[in-house]
């Protein structure tokens, strides 16, 4: 398929970096009604410094697919990307993953203190729900995805740092229980919203489902594989930190080698559930790829 087969088309007209600098400029707008200076300056620290935006572009992507446009995804996509960085500037705290470095910075709490990092989280949180109900379209379907993900998301975090499974699940099907609400939930939702917020049917729902599931749980298996491959500098957060803690990753139970066979098997289910939506969604194929060989 060629450029000029693909114009006219939803959303071949727009380029990655056009939705990430869309992206950007709404959240410095959200990040500017803080009131308090240090948590406005915490606030931009943690959410606009850095960081690939995937989950937003997820979100505009899918729209953009049905033929949604970008502002009536943006408001869903920012808040996705809120709740991202909630996640972080909590998961980077002593008491969970104690990082000292995020996107190639010192993570929230070193730069600015625990407590101010605790409040910030805290705080994109809250702003999250209040920008998901800002979305032109459906907000209170918006607004319930970002919060189901962000419910599935803690429960992922909590599997994933203490543990407490049934006694029969087996390490590979505690590993995905993680990992489908610890990561997956995030983008899989996210791709929903921007669907709800273009006006998707039942039957775009669930092929999208389908998508995000894959897609949310390869992009984890990928993680997994670069924090035992790449370095500090590759990765701009602490490499092997994982493995250091003693945490289920993928290479630790199917060898590297494994991990990505299976990242390969689930690029093809999210290829085909992709399918149903025809040339519109060569985007998303495009993006599904280059998650599926990202090296940071």
Not at 80 to 98: K, M, T
Not at 127 to 153: D, K, L
Not at 266 to 274: G, I, Q, V
Request: negative net charge.
């Amino acid at each position: 398929m060629n450029e000029t087969q693909d114009q006219g088309r939803p959303g071949h007209d727009h380029d990655d970096d056009a939705l990430r600098k869309a992206v950007d400029e709404r959240l410095r707008d959200i990040v500017g009604r803080i009131r308090h200076e240090r948590l406005c300056e915490a606030a931009s620290h943690s959410t606009l410094g850095g960081g690939k935006r995937i989950r937003p572009i997820i979100a505009l992507r899918t729209a953009l697919m049905l033929g949604g446009t970008i502002e009536q995804a943006l408001p869903a996509a920012c808040a996705f990307e809120l709740i991202h960085a909630f996640s972080l500037v909590h998961d980077d705290l002593p008491a969970l993953d104690d990082d000292d470095m995020r996107r190639g910075q010192p993570t929230t709490h070193k730069a600015f203190g625990e407590c101010v990092a605790i409040l910030t989280g805290d705080l994109l949180q809250s702003m999250a729900f209040v920008i998901a109900a800002e979305t032109p379209r459906h907000p209170e379907r918006i607004t319930a995805e970002v919060a189901q993900a962000t419910w599935e998301m803690i429960e992922g975090q909590t599997w994933d740092t203490i543990g407490v499974f049934a006694e029969d699940l087996a390490p590979e099907a505690r590993l995905e229980l993680i990992h489908r609400n610890k990561t997956a939930a995030l983008i899989k939702r996210a791709a929903r919203a921007g669907a709800i917020a273009a006006g998707a049917t039942d039957q775009d729902l669930a092929l999208i489902d389908r998508w995000g599931s894959s897609v949310g749980l390869m992009f984890q298996v990928v993680d997994d594989i670069l924090d035992e491959t790449q370095t500090t500098e590759e990765l701009g957060k602490t490499a092997g930190k994982d493995r250091a803690q003693g945490k289920m990753t993928y290479p630790a139970v199917h060898g590297i080698e494994g991990a990505r066979r299976f990242v390969e098997r689930l690029k093809n289910d999210a290829d085909e559930a992709l399918s149903g939506f025809g040339a519109s969604a060569q985007p998303l194929r495009m993006m599904t790829s280059l998650l599926s060989k990202r090296t940071n």
